[in-house]
C-alpha cells in the first residue's frame, strides 16, 4: 500500500489551519468538480480531493493521521504499524462515518476499521439540543495497550489519553488527560472497560457519556493468546522427550506452574492443561508446543554422545514414514 500525502494533495502546509484546508479544498474543487471541468483526470483527481479534505477538514482524524505520517513521503510503501491508534481519544466509536468503498484503501486501512455508533461523525461542539432538550453527552472511545500480566493480577493502571481539538487558531492539538482504570482479572483482547461520565458533557442538565476503552495486549516475548487459550512454546531436552519429565513453565503473571511431558515427546507436539490460560469466570486453556532442543556438538562431551548414539542405533532412521 502507497503512502498518501493529504497535504500535498490540497497544496497546503502542514501547520494549515481549518480556513486553509476549507478555502485549499474548495478552490480545487472548482477545478476538478466532473460537473464543470474538462480535464480528462477531473474524476480521479476530485476523488483524491474529497479523501484528503475527509481527514484534513476532521479533527480527529487529522490529528491521528499527524501522528503516523510523521516523515512520509507521498507514494512510498506503508503499512499501519500494529496498534497505531493506542492512546488516541475519539469521540463516538471510532472516526466518523463514510460509505464503504467511498475512499481508497489507505484510507480504510487507517479509519476503517471502527464500525460507527450513533454519535459518530459529529465533532466537539456540534450537539445541540432543540429548545433546550436535555441530551445526554456524546460517548468517547479509545484503545490501550496493556502487558498480558494485567489480565492475571487485575491491576489499577494509570492510563494517559490524547484528545484532538482545535485550538484558537483553528489548528489541530492534542490535549492529554491521565486516569485511574481499574483492570479485570481476566479481560481479552477487543472487550472494552465503560467508565461512566468520562464522555463529552450533557446539554441542559443531561448526563455526560461514557469513556469506553477497548483493550489490546502489547506482545508478549513468550505467549500468544488465541481467545482465552494461552500458548507458547515448551523447550524440552532430548532426554527429557524421550524419557519423559516434569519441567517448570512460568506463567506471564510469573507463577510457576509444572507440567508433566510425556515420555516419547515430539517437536510439535501440543501438550493441554486445562483451565490454566487466561483467568476469570471460565478460564481458559494453556497449549504448550513442544519444541526439542538439541545440545550444541562444539561441545565435546556432547559430541563423544552423539557418535555413540551414531554407532549404537544404526537403524534409527528420522525419516522413516510412520506406519
Do not use: C
Not at 490540497?10 to 501547520?15: A, M
Amino acid at each position: 500500500m502507497e503512502f498518501k500525502d493529504y497535504y500535498s494533495v490540497l497544496g497546503v502546509p502542514r501547520d494549515a489551519n481549518a480556513d486553509q484546508i476549507k478555502k485549499a479544498f474548495r478552490k480545487l474543487a472548482r477545478q476538478y468538480h466532473p460537473d464543470v471541468s474538462t480535464e480528462s483526470n477531473a474524476q480521479a483527481r476530485m476523488s483524491e480531493v474529497n479523501e484528503a479534505y475527509a481527514v484534513l477538514s476532521d479533527v480527529e482524524r487529522r490529528a491521528a493521521y499527524d501522528a503516523i505520517g510523521q516523515g512520509r513521503r507521498q507514494g512510498e510503501t506503508f503499512t499501519p504499524p500494529p496498534n497505531w491508534d493506542a492512546n488516541f481519544e475519539f469521540s463516538g466509536s471510532g472516526f466518523g462515518r463514510t460509505r464503504p468503498g467511498e475512499f481508497s484503501d489507505f484510507f480504510s486501512q487507517l479509519f476503517g476499521r471502527s464500525a460507527p455508533g450513533p454519535g459518530a461523525g459529529r465533532r466537539q461542539g456540534a450537539r445541540t439540543a432543540p429548545g433546550g432538550t436535555p441530551l445526554r453527552g456524546e460517548d468517547h472511545h479509545a484503545k490501550i495497550l496493556l502487558d498480558l500480566a494485567d489480565a492475571w493480577s487485575g491491576p489499577m493502571r494509570k492510563v494517559t489519553l490524547r484528545s484532538p481539538a482545535l485550538d484558537q487558531n483553528g489548528r489541530t492539538t492534542l490535549r492529554d488527560r491521565t486516569l485511574d482504570v481499574k483492570i479485570p482479572i481476566g479481560i481479552r483482547p477487543g472487550q472494552r472497560i465503560r467508565l461512566a461520565g468520562q464522555g463529552s458533557p450533557g446539554l441542559s442538565g443531561a448526563p455526560a457519556g461514557d469513556l469506553l476503552l477497548e483493550i489490546e495486549f502489547r506482545v508478549h516475548p513468550r505467549f500468544e493468546l488465541e481467545s482465552n487459550v494461552l500458548v507458547a512454546e515448551l523447550p524440552v531436552a532430548p532426554w527429557e522427550a524421550g524419557l519423559g519429565a516434569i519441567v517448570a513453565v512460568e506463567l506471564p503473571d510469573r507463577s510457576t506452574l509444572k507440567v508433566r511431558v510425556p515420555a516419547g515427546a515430539q517437536s510439535g507436539q501440543r501438550l493441554t492443561v486445562r483451565g490454566k490460560g487466561l483467568p476469570g469466570t471460565s478460564p481458559g486453556d494453556l497449549e504448550l508446543q513442544v519444541k526439542v532442543v538439541l545440545p550444541d556438538a562444539s561441545d565435546p562431551r556432547v559430541r563423544t554422545l552423539y557418535e555413540s548414539m551414531a554407532r549404537e542405533l544404526p537403524d534409527f532412521d528420522p525419516r522413516r514414514p510412520i506406519a
